[in-house]
């Protein structure tokens, strides 16, 4: 019908114009999303199963003598890691004293300062003292040679008035002999007195005459109660030394744990900048009176360490793992078997086939004496080397020869 055409076209020509604008809507903010970045980015990235393989010809692993362990469970006793504390020992401080009142002088190295170190007979004062012992022993034995002198003088007159006697026989022959006996003791006693005053004349009267004070003892000066130029009296207490180069580490235990702790045995000692991981020093456990915290509810446990390579100071704090009663059963190879790369990552080399070896990755729980505690590892009973893993760690990456 001619009425109808023309509403009809104008409602299809704002249907299409309607949809044309919603694709166009649509196709604009779906072009407008913006791209999302990834969080991270991984470069260079090589996985675990296509690492180097080494394959050495046989003199070369003559020359490097590779050696092999497997990867095995043992029952290893387990550790209680704490922090303990480096106290001086018992019996390691020492006394310099005054030997007798007098003033105190600089020794040769200057005047004595806390911390210094000291060895053992290195002179830290020399002492003036008030009246010097040499000027009363040298009268004396001025006196003694004087008296003497005249002793022998009276015994040779004797002696003389004896023999005339006895010549005459006026007088006995044993008076004779007696004056004799007497004429040579006499002279005897002056002989020694006058070499005694011989070797006192040695020293200048007129000089000042000083004792040296040595060090008792090789160690660190802990206190200083005097200097030079200070006057002190007989037997006072100068400075203190402390011998560190043995100390003991005092180690807080929770009494809940102390019984599980195996007692006798040795401590293994760290720093605190080291991992549990480290091998550490050992120390040995030493009897030392009893003490405890009774507001921690510890108990204390002393052990003694060598204090010469890596010296610790009194006070300092470390880490000590104590080996417990109980045992336990763990992947371990032997501690010589693991390298480190340069981000800290603990590594071995697995020997695959005769003089083929491929580096995988370990996790080590802890060190317990030679042997390293796995956690992540390859399966019990790989092959791995124990003797000659940092020669294949050079060879690798380019240090070896």
């Not at 004293?97 to 020399?126: K, Y």
């Not at 022998?152 to 006995?172: C, F, M, T």
Request: with cysteine; hydrophobic share 40%.
């Amino acid at each position: 019908m001619p009425g109808r055409s023309k509403p009809s076209f104008l409602f299809l020509l704002l249907v299409v114009t309607l949809c044309s604008t919603w694709s166009s809507g649509c196709s604009s903010s779906s072009a407008e999303q913006p791209k999302l970045t990834p969080p991270a980015k991984v470069e260079h990235a090589v996985k675990e199963s296509e690492l180097a393989t080494i394959r050495l010809t046989p003199e070369a692993e003559k020359r490097l003598r590779i050696e092999t362990a497997v990867i095995e469970y043992r029952y290893l006793a387990r550790t209680l890691d704490v922090s303990g504390e480096v106290v001086t020992p018992a019996g390691q401080t020492m006394l310099a004293s005054a030997p007798m009142a007098g003033t105190l002088q600089q020794g040769q190295t200057g005047t004595p300062m806390v911390g210094q170190t000291v060895r053992q007979g290195q002179l830290l004062f020399r002492l003036r003292p008030f009246l010097a012992p040499e000027r009363d022993l040298g009268v004396q034995l001025q006196r003694e040679v004087a008296s003497l002198t005249e002793r022998v003088v009276g015994a040779k007159q004797r002696k003389e008035r004896a023999e005339i006697l006895a010549n005459e026989r006026a007088g006995s022959v044993r008076a004779f002999e007696d004056a004799r006996a007497e004429l040579a003791i006499a002279e005897a006693e002056l002989k020694g007195a006058r070499d005694r005053l011989t070797r006192a004349e040695k020293v200048a009267l007129d000089s000042d005459f000083s004792v040296d004070i040595p060090a008792p003892v090789g160690g660190v000066i802990q206190k200083v109660h005097a200097s030079a130029g200070q006057t002190t009296s007989g037997g006072a207490v100068l400075l203190e030394i402390t011998n560190l180069s043995t100390v003991w580490i005092r180690v807080p235990v929770y009494v809940g744990d102390l019984q599980q702790v195996a007692h006798g045995q040795a401590a293994r000692v760290r720093n605190l900048s080291e991992t549990a991981n480290g091998s550490g020093r050992l120390a040995t456990p030493v009897k030392a009176p009893p003490s405890a915290d009774a507001t921690a509810a510890t108990a204390d446990l002393y052990y003694s360490l060598s204090n010469v390579e890596t010296p610790l100071r009194p006070g300092q704090r470390v880490g000590v793992s104590l080996a417990l009663r109980a045992q336990e059963r763990s992947l371990v190879i032997p501690w010589s078997a693991v390298v480190h790369d340069i981000h800290g990552a603990t590594w071995v080399y697995e020997n695959t086939a005769a003089q083929t070896f491929v580096r995988r990755q370990v996790e080590v729980k802890r060190v317990n004496g030679s042997f390293a505690v796995l956690g992540r590892a390859p399966q019990p009973g790989t092959k791995i080397v124990t003797v000659g893993a940092a020669e294949l760690f050079g060879t690798e990456f380019g240090a070896g020869k």
